[in-house]
């Protein structure tokens, strides 16, 4: 008989669990929970480990050794780029994307061996940026919930595959060329009925169905479609997608804005910019009430601006630049868009009538309303406006004394060009007599200032040294003025110019050779001035800054560029290291505006001087240089061989799109 101290009572006993029984039971309850949730130590599965060394194997590039880690002896849960599930040890995500993805040699490429359809438990695959063949058995993956396949590498006969992943949520092509895909690609999409973003940007689609027979792709609410060439209208069953709030149809040669995009009402972000679209903004706009960024900039709307823009509270980014609009907006068209902070209506046939009494309740960064009338009085609204970065109000009808409270804004770049202000920072093209004013070398708030045109004006008289303050200077236009006495050496000790002009002027004295260690300088224009002596041969110290963009600019490159400058978005936000900006140069005689690509431009201009001694070899150095212009000058002796030599890219603007062509340097000597 047991003694009742080594008996177990059951709980409906009237006796309790002894003590350390009832800590038994809590303790063997702890670690059977503690079994389940732990995650496993074992590693990843042996089967998936030898599928994943098989598609190695199947690679023909690996420059920059990402697979390194991949090793037989290694858990592959902790190869780069493998996510396992912690508690079955089977591979869930492999990401092999490309951390440069506009760098072609740092990209892995080769074939996908059949062997990566072992890994069965995969959701997530990112092979974007590389340089793949797709294989459509890619559709037994059935439990991927996201593909990135962006590359402009890649391409594939059909997308019948896709139809197969009904777990996908994120499906990203964009780039790869879908061409002969294009016939049945909507049809294979539209299966994917639980899809939540879809990419599908440049990748050389014709064919947009105006209509499909049941719309599954109920869930979806990213859809980017740019860069196509569907030429169409849109199409029916783009307004079923109810729960869209980002949709980019921009440059894709879509034609007429049509009522039903007033159903989207979910919508944060509507791109269609630069597209065929003509006709008026549909009222329908002001149901948008979510938007936050609005794009139709480049294409032929014309008619008003509806009122009902007005309605669209939550607005950030407003651009309508580039059509053919005209009529009034007044205040009512902004009285409630309190956190709109960008603004682009240039180049249209608007009238900006707002009174002079009205204070807006936004805050504006970016103004750009260059082309439009705004005058004849200076905008007083602006006077509320604290967080101004860039303003263009050139060409605006304004015949009017600047403010000076106007000059105490923080903006970087002012351009106020092609307008008849009496006091004036593109200050060019005015009626300013004398002097540089004095309110503008003193003002405190301009220290960020990084572009100063006060060209085409009647300034004259040495340059003050206070505009040395403006140490971020990186473009002066000071041209076709009358300033006297000897370029300044400030020029050369405290800024980081990038472009300097100050061309028909009356300088004199020698050209600072210091000006050939500015590392960034890379357009100058001396010309039609009085200066003398030697070229500088510090000027062969320039082909650092000339070529910096020339090596850079890989084809893949030059069509992104060619996209941002048909788009709204700064260049500066795409590369760290390019400026918006534009200048007046003279080439062959004839007078060229470079914008937006400026910083492409490589021109040394020293021409119609009294400059003497021999040209120095070192600007034969100059491999980038696109004009070199030293005619009308005292040279003597030889020119140097190594100038005839040079060849380079060549850009040109013409209505905000740029050629590209190789062509020899043109070289100008004449005496």
């Known amino acids: 008989m047991h003694s009742p101290n080594s008996m177990a009572y059951c709980s409906r006993s009237k006796h309790p669990v002894p003590p350390h029984y009832s800590f038994g039971l809590w ?129 594939t006969d059909g997308l019948h595959w896709l139809s197969r992943l009904s777990s996908l949520r994120y499906l990203d092509m964009g780039g790869a060329n879908l061409s002969m895909a294009s016939h049945n690609w909507l049809q294979a999409v539209n299966m994917l009925s639980s899809l939540k973003e879809l990419q599908l940007s440049d990748c050389g689609l014709t064919d947009l169905p105006s209509s499909l027979s049941h719309v599954n792709l109920t869930e979806l609410a990213t859809l980017d479609l740019h860069g196509n060439l569907f030429n169409s209208t849109f199409p029916n069953w783009l307004w079923k997608l109810h729960n869209l709030s980002y949709l980019d149809l921009s440059s894709s040669m879509f034609h007429v804005i049509p009522s039903g995009i007033g159903n989207l009402t979910g919508l944060r972000e509507l791109h269609l910019n630069d597209n065929s679209l003509f006709g008026p903004i549909p009222f329908g706009i002001g149901n948008l009430t979510s938007l936050r960024e609005l794009y139709l900039s480049d294409n032929s709307l014309t008619g008003p601006v509806p009122i009902e823009i007005g309605k669209l509270s939550n607005l950030i980014i407003l651009s309508l630049s580039n059509n053919s609009l005209e009529g009034t907006m007044s205040e ?86 092609q307008n008849q202000i009496n006091e004036l920072l593109d200050l060019s093209h005015n009626r300013i007599n004398g002097s540089i004013p004095s309110f503008i070398c003193n003002l405190t708030r301009l220290l960020d200032l990084k572009s100063l045109h006060l060209n085409n004006n009647s300034l004259h008289g040495h340059l003050s040294l206070s505009l040395k303050r403006y140490y971020k200077l990186i473009l002066l236009d000071l041209g076709d003025n009358k300033f006297s006495g000897n370029i300044p050496m400030w020029i ?180």
């Open 27 to 155: 303790l063997t309850s702890i670690l059977l929970f503690t079994a389940a949730t732990t995650p496993t130590t074992k590693g990843c599965v042996e089967g998936e480990r030898d599928a994943l060394l098989a598609f190695k194997a199947g690679l023909v590039k690996d420059p920059s050794s990402r697979l390194s880690s991949w090793r037989g002896r290694v858990d592959c849960c902790r190869w780069s780029g493998v996510v396992c599930d912690n508690r079955t040890g089977h591979v869930v995500e492999l990401n092999l994307q490309n951390s440069d993805p506009y760098n072609g040699e740092t990209s892995i490429g080769g074939e996908i061996r059949p062997s990566l359809l072992l890994l069965t438990h995969l959701e997530r695959l990112d092979l974007s940026h590389n340089d793949f063949a797709i294989p459509p058995q890619l559709g037994n993956l059935s439990s991927l919930r996201s593909l990135d396949l962006n590359s402009y590498g890649l391409s």
């Open 332 to 417: 009512l068209h902004f009285a409630h868009l309190t956190k709109l902070s960008e603004l682009y209506l240039f180049e249209n046939s608007l009238v900006i009538s707002i009174d002079h009494n009205w204070v807006p309740p936004f805050q504006l960064q970016y103004i750009q309303l260059n082309s439009c009338k705004l005058g004849p009085a200076f905008p007083r609204w602006l006077r509320s406006q604290n967080s101004i970065e860039d303003l263009d109000m050139s060409n605006t009808s304004i015949e009017d004394v600047s403010p000076r409270w106007f000059w105490n804004n923080s903006a970087s770049s002012i351009d106020l060009s």
């Open 492 to 671: 050369t000790q405290n800024l980081k110019l990038k472009g300097l002009r100050l061309s028909s002027n009356m300088f004199s004295g020698n050209i600072p050779a210091e000006l050939g260690q500015l590392e960034y300088l890379h357009v100058i224009d001396l010309s039609n001035n009085k200066l003398s002596g030697p070229v500088p041969s510090s000027f062969g110290n320039l082909d650092t800054a000339m070529t910096y963009w020339l090596q850079h600019l890989t084809c893949r490159d030059a069509r992104l560029t060619y996209r941002a400058l048909k788009s709204d978005c700064p260049l500066s936000e795409l590369f760290d290291d390019i400026y918006d900006d534009s200048i007046t140069l003279t080439t062959k005689g004839k007078n060229f505006i470079f914008s937006n690509i400026l910083y492409l431009v490589n021109i040394i201009d020293l021409s119609n001087n009294n400059l003497t001694g021999e040209i120095p070899v070192e600007i034969g150095s100059l491999s980038a240089l696109q004009t070199l212009n030293l005619s009308k000058n005292n040279f003597a002796g030889q020119i140097p061989e190594a100038i005839g030599g040079m060849k380079l890219f060549y850009f040109a603007t013409v209505d905000k799109m740029y050629d590209k062509a190789y062509v020899a340097v043109k070289i100008r000597m004449r005496n």
